[in-house]
């Protein structure tokens, strides 16, 4: 399948009621759009980052009540799993879009990647553009604006990186759903590549120097 762009019917699957009619509905309708962009971003970003970037499809294998509020692809440097490491998303809650650079709960990177925004916070706060958002939950659809935030909120994240067992970072952007750059494969494709690049500078800090 190629990837032709997201309609409401995929988001509208987040409102369907029910964890089994949910997952029935993600997997027929969403699912094969996030394999098709797996696949097809999975050359750049292998040469972006200068190792093979595997893709890994959401399955919400561990849920047995609550449906999934949003589901996503991602790719990571391991074929085994990408939840322990530094790695990209995109994917969908009912209201957008998101295409992001995460390091969630499970990484034992959390620490280096704060160590290192603590250090190069000046030129991260240049580097990345002011209307990407940042957020600790990546369970919620809620996140700041980096044009909203200022040094005292970086701190904040850096201290509950390195302090919080459970704390993660995520940092990217939104496409709302009515947007006409959701439906349009070609220029959403194009701009997720374009976030990716900008975001590369921050998968870069989440892996301790040789």
């Known amino acids: 399948m190629t990837f032709s762009g997201f309609t409401a019917k995929d988001f509208d699957v987040f409102e369907i009621p029910g964890l089994e009619p949910r997952m029935e509905m ?19 970003l292998t040469e972006l980052c200068g190792e093979t970037m595997h893709v890994h499809v959401a399955k919400h294998a561990r849920r047995k009540v609550n449906p999934p509020r949003d589901t996503w692809v991602a790719w990571a440097a391991s074929k085994r799993g990408y939840k322990a490491l530094p790695h990209f998303e995109v994917g969908l809650f009912a209201s957008h879009i998101f295409v992001i650079f995460a390091v969630i709960y499970e990484s034992p990177n959390k620490i280096t990647f704060a160590q290192a925004l ?11 553009p002011d209307h990407f958002y940042w957020s600790m939950d990546h369970m919620a659809p809620e996140g700041t604006v980096q044009q909203q935030m200022d040094t005292k909120d970086f701190q904040t994240i850096i201290n509950k990186l390195q302090q919080v ?29 374009s976030a990716f690049t900008s975001l590369l500078p921050l998968y870069r800090m989440a892996f301790p120097k040789e």
Not at 26 to 44: M, N
Not at 118 to 128: C, T, Y
Not at 177 to 184: H, I, M, Q, S, V
């Open 118 to 128: 603590e250090a190069n916070l000046s030129d991260v706060r240049f580097s990345i």
């Open 26 to 44: 993600l997997i027929q309708q969403v699912r094969p759009k996030l394999e098709a962009i797996g696949q097809e971003l999975s050359p750049f």
């Open 165 to 193: 067992k459970k704390a993660e970072i995520m940092c990217g952007v939104r496409i709302d759903r009515d947007d006409p750059l959701a439906g349009d494969e070609t220029a959403l494709l194009q701009t997720v590549r």
